[in-house]
């Protein structure tokens, strides 16, 4: 079992960041590698704009809305996004926006009893919702023809949510479960927990998404009443529609469902607490029977898209791919193929957020293979990296990977309804998404290895996933 950072909270899916969603990457280092070349090509990056077609517009209460137009299938994803997540939650009541979204399918009183979820069944849909530390969002996929009908749904419960103690107490039963199950029997996500508080000591960030059990199981249909009245309202939204309609139609669409939901509320500036510079290693380390494979994790804090001084995010995001991105990487070579002391190992950079970003590496040893000495490797690279600096060839490789990798992202329409709404919630603008090819292609060595040394160089928060020994593990049978 591999430690894995918990980005999301879905029903059956999880968010991705920006450069993660754009390249095809995975946030967790139980993902397969993402696609390598073996020779750089140039391309007119100039001429490459990433969803050239979308459209933007705004209703006079508020809601943002981008229509992304893609003909080559009879179907539309409708997804809308609030500008809210756990981090936005009170003091005491982790879990909230996450309780929320499972509430919110309980139904209205012109829509009553899920008969949101039995329609989308009934007419062959998709759909699904999630909840992040930055933003909750509710998605359906189907026929063009029925888009307006998800509009008018969907823009129903964004204010005419009915709770009642029946529905919220085994709802918050249902969750308690979940997290029972994806967390309290996982070691993995235990460790990720442990980590993220000991990483976070101020911002809400070491919050779970899923909320401490003690907190989750205080809430009820007040706290989530009053979580639903301050943030969804429709100046806190964001319209995303991908698929065969026509940008004009899909306004016309809004307007009558939609521009009919009054401003419920003003959330006001997402102000968050300030994480404060600590100084010395900080380590956490979780040993569990059901381990099945160790990990060493390692977490830096540095800046998101949203925070980054001008090309700093996309040099970053470069250091991540060649440090630990594929099995090309610095760190797969060393490790797993040179060495033969680890069975994986790579680098990430979980750009995608309002506040603070996170580079992280991780590897898995061998059996005969101590953390301790993991560890030792991984430093020893880190060390050669900021040393010798990158290659030309290593950094032209990366960006022609990635920036093709974003030719291949717009594909799905669906992908493409969610990088532009990931993007919108944690504070980029559509520009910023369109512009990301031509930014990483304007990339230096010396920006990638600027970054490197300004925080690499940094203590990161180490966690150890671990087997007990066999002492250990006969005292607790």
């Keep these: 079992m591999q430690f894995c950072l918990p980005q999301s909270l879905s029903r059956t899916s999880t968010a991705f960041g920006l450069a993660l969603a754009l390249t095809g990457f995975a946030l967790s280092p ?3 590698f993402a696609r390598d070349t073996s020779t750089p090509s140039l391309f007119d990056v100039a001429a490459l704009e990433f969803a050239p077609d979308l459209r933007q517009f705004t209703l006079d209460n508020g809601l943002q809305i981008v229509v992304i137009p893609d003909h080559r299938a009879p179907v539309a994803t409708h997804m809308i996004w609030y500008k809210v997540g756990a981090a936005d939650e009170p003091e005491g009541q982790s879990g909230v926006a996450h309780f929320l979204e499972h509430l919110m399918f309980k139904g209205t009183t012109k829509h009553p009893d899920g008969e949101f979820s039995k329609t989308v069944a009934e007419i062959g849909g998709q759909e699904n919702a999630f909840t992040s530390a930055d933003y909750t969002a509710y998605f359906q996929k189907v026929g063009k023809e029925h888009l307006a009908l998800m509009m008018e749904m969907e823009a129903d419960r964004m204010h005419n949510l009915i709770l009642t103690d029946e529905v919220v107490k085994p709802e918050r039963d249902v969750v308690l479960e979940e997290r029972r199950s994806r967390v309290d029997t996982e070691p993995g996500a235990r460790l990720g927990e442990a980590l993220s508080a000991i990483t976070f000591v101020n ?30 309202t429709p100046n806190n939204a964001i319209l995303v529609v991908a698929g065969d309609v026509e940008p004009d139609e899909v306004l016309d669409m809004a307007r009558n469902t939609y521009g009919k939901v009054p401003r419920r509320a003003e959330p006001g500036v997402r102000s968050r607490p300030a994480e404060p510079p600590l100084a010395g290693l900080r380590r956490t380390e979780l040993q569990d029977p059901r381990v099945t494979q160790e990990q060493m994790s390692q977490i830096r804090l540095v800046p998101s898209d949203a925070t980054a001084a001008e090309r700093e995010a996309e040099a970053l995001e470069l250091l991540s791919y060649i440090l630990g991105g594929t099995s090309n990487s610095r760190l797969y070579k060393a490790l797993v193929l040179d060495q033969k002391t680890a069975l994986g190992a790579g680098s990430y950079y979980q750009s995608t957020a309002l506040d603070h970003g996170q580079f992280g590496i991780y590897a898995s040893p061998r059996p005969d293979v101590s953390l301790e000495d993991i560890e030792r ?15 030309e060839e290593e950094l032209a490789r990366a960006k022609h990977s990635m ?6 992202a717009q594909d799905s329409q669906s992908s493409l309804a969610r990088i532009f709404g990931t993007a919108l919630t944690t504070g980029l603008t559509v520009k910023d998404v369109q512009s990301w090819p031509k930014r990483i292609q304007e990339v230096t060595a010396d920006d990638v290895m600027s970054v490197a040394k300004t925080y690499l160089v940094r203590d990161p928060v180490i966690g150890y996933l671990r087997k007990p020994d066999n002492d250990q593990a006969e005292k607790k049978s």
């Design 377 to 391: 490797q991984v430093n020893a690279v880190i060390d050669d990296l900021l040393d010798g600096g990158i290659s």
């Design 203 to 232: 911002h809400p960030y070491g919050s779970p998404i899923i909320g401490w059990r003690s907190e989750i199981e205080a809430l009820n249909k007040e706290a989530a009443l009053a979580f639903y009245d301050r943030f969804y």
């Design 403 to 408: 920036i093709a990798s974003t030719i291949y």
């Design 30 to 32: 139980n993902a397969a």
